[in-house]
């Protein structure tokens, strides 16, 4: 079974950076789409980050010259470095294969995610 486990989330305050990290297990990860997804108190879950195989990447526009998204297929992980964090970004993070041309995640399973606060 594909898992992924998400790591690297904190309290921290507005301005400040965190680096987020994803391990996929059980999947050929290097072929994949892969994808961070947030979701905040009383809010759906909404795609932030997208990267391809190829190392492509798109992003959400709340997020957009702030959050980067890279991959390493060595360690079957995916990373999201977070910059000049807002309050507005507080929520749990989960990364997910996503569903090329798509905003849907392949798995409608979860790993556990990682919180994130950015409070002053």
């Known amino acids: 079974q594909v898992q992924f486990v998400e790591s690297g989330g904190g309290l921290v305050q507005p301005g400040e950076s965190l680096r987020l990290s994803c391990v996929a297990s059980?999947?050929?990860?290097?072929?994949?789409?892969m994808a961070w997804y947030r979701q905040a108190p009383g809010k759906q879950r909404e795609l932030v980050a997208r990267?391809?195989?190829?190392?492509?990447?798109r992003y959400a526009d709340s997020v957009k010259g702030r959050f980067t998204i890279s991959r390493d297929n060595t360690k079957n992980t995916v990373y999201l470095q977070m910059n000049s964090l807002k309050p507005e970004d507080t929520a749990v993070y989960y990364c997910?294969?996503?569903?090329?041309?798509?905003?849907?995640?392949?798995?409608?399973?979860w790993g556990r995610g990682t919180q994130v606060t950015v409070s002053a």
């Open positions: 997910n294969r996503l569903v090329p041309g798509t905003e849907r995640p392949v798995y409608d399973y």
């Open positions: 059980g999947t050929i990860f290097s072929t994949h789409v």
């Open positions: 990267i391809a195989g190829s190392s492509r990447t």
